[in-house]
């Protein structure tokens, strides 16, 4: 057997690590692959615009992104009931602007309107019941409202588990009664209306994947080959981004459902957090210190900060939005959350640690 041969053969036919060894079936390190580091993981992706401009493009590749990381997102015993799978997209301001023209109404500027994306009880009356208690909340807040529009959606491709638990997709236009809010303003606005929002509609079926001025989020409990199908919007030429998230979620200690599925509002990520219950006990007993000059009074609407019901991404994900939009940026807000290790670490500083 010639070097090259030899080597060839190596690569396919992996050594065996010892008689007893974990990695002895697996393929021998080799350029970027190490046996030693493989882990399980849920399928995530981006793509973005380095330029920033919107494009049909970047929703249409990420949209293969995911439908190429089928393999790493899960289904239950029916072949066609995923565990979830979703697409964080920037507002895509010219395809709702087309919308509401063919409506007679003219949104405002990019930036100064929001969007809600909402999951409501399939029941009318139940979803209507849910949408005044939304109006009347917002009003109260200090918005206008623009109007609700029911999300176009194709169920003919789901199984059985995922119609049983298929919400009504809705979405939610609104915008301040002032004019030119900035735009970190407008978030924590939003963000504090949607808080109570939840808490006034605890005993009601509703769930708000995201309520931005910036980002929209559409998923559910769908395979990833699904989403697009599932959600018309995402494949009309006119909604456009600069960047897109998307996940195929393998759910492994939580349940899967609509809610469940990924992206949340800030992040895709994989969970598997084994300090979670921790980390979730020592924020609650720092929430009774908690002060915030951007939120003042307001701050009381948003504790406790973490959803008990959602995942252990879902309450990452919490936290994350609650720190960004209380003043921190991303890079500070995300290093707090999860810190270098620092025990024994010689050179950190005592400050540091």
Partial sequence: MSAQQKSAHENTHPKENGAHGANRFLPAAQGLYDPAQERDACGMGFVVDIAGVPAHEIVAQALTVLHNLSHRGAAGSEKNSGDGAGILLQIPDRFFRAIWQEMGVVLPPAGQYGVAQFFLSPDQQQRQQSQQLVNDLAQAAGFALIGWRDVPTCNDSLGQTALRGEPFPCQFFLHPTEQAVAPQQLERRLFVLRRRIEKAAQDQRLYIPSFSARTIVYKGMLLAEQLPAYYPDLRDPRCESAIALVHSRFSTNTFPSWERAHPYRRVIHNGEINTLKGNENWLRAREALLESELFG????????????????????????????????DLPHAAMMMIPEPWSRHEGMSDELK
């Fill in 297 to 328: 009074e307001e701050l009381a609407d948003l504790l406790p900060i973490i959803d008990d019901d959602g995942s252990d991404t879902a309450k990452f994900d919490n936290l994350l939005e609650f720190l960004t939009l209380a003043g921190r």
